[in-house]
């Protein structure tokens, strides 16, 4: 008799048993030739030509949507001043990212990325031509702005998992801290050139042109991406349903401790600290001789810090443990919040802008890394859209939040409460879920060849039985081994996971393992990295006997009901 210790989804199926063979494993392809991954200067990345091609690219995207943003909250500023409406602009243009970030970065692995990548170029492009015909025209409103400021967030919803998808494919493991940090100087020299350029058009010619000029920098990246050579294959087992890549995406996240660590603390510095930018309008409005000209130039000092501090990154990693350095940052940007809550002028209120971009770069970079480090290349794009996510929802909720706040109270109380609690989030965060500072072996481990059946089922879950005898003495030492193996088990796809215990033999064990399908099954051995084979070797390690632990392949058939 066997009684479950972990309950996984019932069944009233019985199950077929088929025999199986054992394949030649698949060669791999590499799409690519890297550098030397030894050279670990901050520009190695650069050296790569189509990361140089793309590096411009993201610039000119980045550009794009900051002269987005800069365009329409100052146009909401011109249509209203109630702070309400002013800080929902910033929760128009991030909320897409919350919601469509996990379908979007489980479309950007299942589909050739090339033209993924155009096609959010070229819908951005659309937004921005509708955006300066409806102002061109005269008909922009309020709720007309916020909605096609959030239409234009669903192009960057779109187009950022993709991106972080790409970037690990063209560069070495070792070079990817450097290359981050360069996408993050790409996104801070858009912050600087892009509100120069709008507050110089809004000055000069108004808002209308500055989304006409968004719809043909869109363009131009578009161009770019059309002449990327880059090459689709297919995958052999065909395109994962939308529906299950989402759900392995979200199990994969759900079953890693250090991603749910890295999420928590980036969503908390965004939750806070974007009430700064959410406010940043009303702050430069009532700064002495304020207007259009200290808001651009207030963005282009945090740029300017964001720019800046990237070239102290490699050192300060080295210096400082991952949870010390962000909560260093969380400080930094807590302090220059308070500053600008009640600077008088610009004068006082830029160099504590300098310094809240220097604090928003290393605190985002050094979990960016954190991020990207702990996520294999079949799960990148969704990893990295949910980590987006956390940061656009987080934004889109603090925006509304502080922004409710400085109309109940002012601005100056807003920025301030942030502050305060940003601190006093991430302390107790860096208590209850500290970084133990190990990294797990990503590396493909191609030695386990995927079975072959004689005829594979083209319907049914897949039920895996692997059958071990211990020594009874070890048993609660082997049942701890066994919970790291239902997290890879799970983070790997399967739908259910269940450790059965013999109650006529005690040192008899069952693990017991339910696949969606015949081809779910076969992709999880694509999956398996070197991190996996180590665990498997521990576990082996356990089995008394000559023999290795019985594998038993089952695929669950319904059950006729009687008449």
Not at 485 to 498: K, P, Q, V
Not at 536 to 551: I, Y
């Amino acid at each position: 008799m066997i009684d479950s210790l972990r309950t996984g989804r019932p069944t009233r199926r019985r199950p077929l048993i088929f025999s199986l063979r054992m394949p030649e494993p698949h060669p791999e392809s590499p799409h690519r030739s890297p550098p030397d991954p030894h050279d670990l200067s901050p520009l190695a990345p650069f050296r790569l030509p189509v990361f140089r091609m793309l590096w411009i690219t993201w610039l000119m995207a980045n550009i794009s949507m900051w002269m987005n943003d800069v365009a329409a909250a100052w146009m909401m500023t011109s249509l209203t001043a109630t702070p309400i409406w002013v800080a929902l602009v910033q929760t128009a243009s991030t909320l897409p990212v919350f919601l469509l970030g996990l379908p979007s970065g489980a479309l950007a692995d299942i589909l050739d990325r090339k033209r993924y990548f155009l096609v959010t170029q070229l819908w951005v492009a659309v937004v921005a031509l509708l955006l300066s015909g409806v102002i061109f025209f005269g008909a922009v409103s309020p709720p007309l702005l916020l909605a096609l400021t959030f239409a234009n967030g669903i192009g960057l919803a779109m187009r950022w998992p993709v991106f972080a998808a790409i970037v690990p494919e063209l560069v070495p493991r070792p070079q990817l801290p450097a290359a981050l940090a360069l996408n993050g100087v790409s996104m801070n020299a858009s912050r600087i050139i892009g509100p120069l350029v709008a507050g110089a058009l809004i000055a000069s010619a108004g808002s209308a042109w500055v989304f006409l000029l968004n719809a043909l920098l869109s363009m131009g990246a578009a161009i770019i991406i059309l002449r990327w050579k880059r090459v689709h294959t297919p995958h052999p087992l065909g395109r994962e349903r939308l529906g299950g890549a989402m759900r392995v995406g979200l199990q994969f996240v759900g079953q890693s401790s250090h991603l749910q660590g890295v999420l928590a603390r980036i969503s908390l510095f965004f939750l806070h600290s974007t009430a700064l930018l959410a406010l940043l309008p009303l702050v430069a409005r009532n700064l002495h001789g304020g207007g259009a000209g200290t808001f651009t130039l207030l963005l282009a000092s945090m740029g300017a810090g964001a720019i800046v501090s990237t070239a102290f990154l490699p050192q300060l990693r080295r210096t400082y443990a991952r949870d010390a350095l962000v909560m260093r940052g969380s400080v930094l940007q807590s302090a220059a919040m308070a500053v600008v809550a009640f600077a008088p002028d610009a004068w006082v209120a830029v160099p504590a802008m300098f310094a809240a971009g220097m604090a928003w770069i290393t605190t985002a970079n050094t979990l960016s890394v954190s991020a990207q480090m702990s996520l294999p290349d079949w799960v990148r794009a969704r990893g990295m859209s949910m980590y987006q996510m956390a940061i656009m929802g987080a934004s889109a909720l603090g925006a509304a939040v502080w922004g409710q706040v400085a109309t109940v109270g002012s601005v100056q109380i807003s920025l301030c409460i942030a502050a305060a609690t940003g601190v006093l989030a991430m302390g107790a965060t860096n208590r209850w879920m500290p970084h133990h500072g190990i990294e797990e072996d990503l590396t493909p481990a191609r030695q386990f060849q995927p079975p072959e059946a004689d005829e594979p089922p083209a319907t049914g879950h897949v039920m895996v039985t692997i059958e071990y005898r211990i020594d009874p003495a070890r048993a609660d030492e082997f049942r701890a081994l066994m919970q790291e193996s239902r997290r890879s088990r799970l983070s790997h796809g399967a739908l259910s996971w269940e450790l059965l215990r013999d109650l006529g033999e005690p040192g008899r064990f069952v693990e017991q393992i339910v696949d969606p399908s015949w081809t779910d099954h076969l992709r999880r051995f694509e999956r398996i990295t070197a991190a996996d084979a180590a665990l498997r070797e521990r576990k082996q390690a356990f089995h008394l006997g000559d023999t290795p632990p019985v594998v038993t392949r089952c695929v669950l058939e319904s059950t006729v009901k009687d008449e």
